[in-house]
């Protein structure tokens, strides 16, 4: 019975903000859930979105402006898109599942920044007019699947570092980067660094079992040698 009155307060906040001028913020509380099924095409226009609940995702949820995941929210569903026109934040750990997001052109300037602990399966980052995507040093973004650069003839989009150290796009096993009109500025680096390999190193009793070996070996490579006074007959 709870859970239906949250839902219910959920749906009537929600109808409030969309009756706003735009630019209002629509919340989705813990234990409510925003729906876009398999098919459909929710957009929330200029609207801000603060996901604290459950996105059903199965078709395409379009949002033109800032979309917040909160250390609570959940994405639920697969084959799905979520298009975001400003910026895209976590305060907690987000995998975003078997679906699309999409970070474009929207209400808010010409500037992007992804923020927070995020795993896509695929990631698109497109436009039209010279775009910049800001990708803060330190926050862990992983794409599982296809990582999409796209900017248009003469208008670039530019991925840069909010500075203070090298941004990091980690790339799973088996993913791919498609890159057109894209660039990629320095404090950017797109795929992890080469781990560091150890060298196997023996402890100390190794090293004494070894030394051990070693000289064990030389003395029967001198008793072979010719001369040597083991081989000597009188």
Not at 24 to 32: C, H, L, T, Y
Request: net charge neutral.
């Amino acid at each position: 019975m709870q859970r239906k009155i949250s839902r219910l307060l959920a749906g009537c906040a929600m109808a409030l903000c969309l009756c706003a001028p735009a630019a209002a913020q629509i919340v989705i509380p813990p234990g409510a859930s925003l729906d876009a099924p398999s098919g459909s095409i929710v957009d929330l226009s200029c609207s801000t979105v603060d996901m604290q609940g459950t996105l059903n995702i199965g078709g395409t949820l379009s949002v033109d402006s800032d979309v917040t995941f909160g250390s609570s929210a959940i994405v639920s569903g697969s084959n799905g898109i979520i298009s975001v026109g400003g910026n895209l934040s976590a305060t907690g750990p987000i995998d975003t599942g078997n679906n699309t997001v999409v970070l474009r052109d929207g209400c808010i300037g010409n500037t992007s920044q992804i923020s927070g602990n995020f795993v896509f399966q695929n990631l698109t980052l497109s436009s039209t007019t010279g775009r910049t995507f800001v990708i803060p040093a330190g926050a862990n973004i992983t794409v599982l699947g296809t990582l999409t650069l796209q900017g248009a003839p003469g208008q670039n989009i530019q991925l840069v570092s909010s500075g203070g150290g090298t941004a990091v796009i980690n790339l799973g096993p088996g993913a791919t980067v498609t890159r057109d009109n894209a660039t990629v500025n320095g404090g950017v680096q797109i795929g992890g660094a080469a781990a560091a390999t150890n060298i196997p190193t023996l402890s100390e009793y190794g090293l004494m079992l070894m030394a051990l070996l070693m000289g064990l070996a030389a003395l029967w490579h001198q008793r072979r040698a010719p001369g040597a006074t083991g081989n000597r007959r009188i």
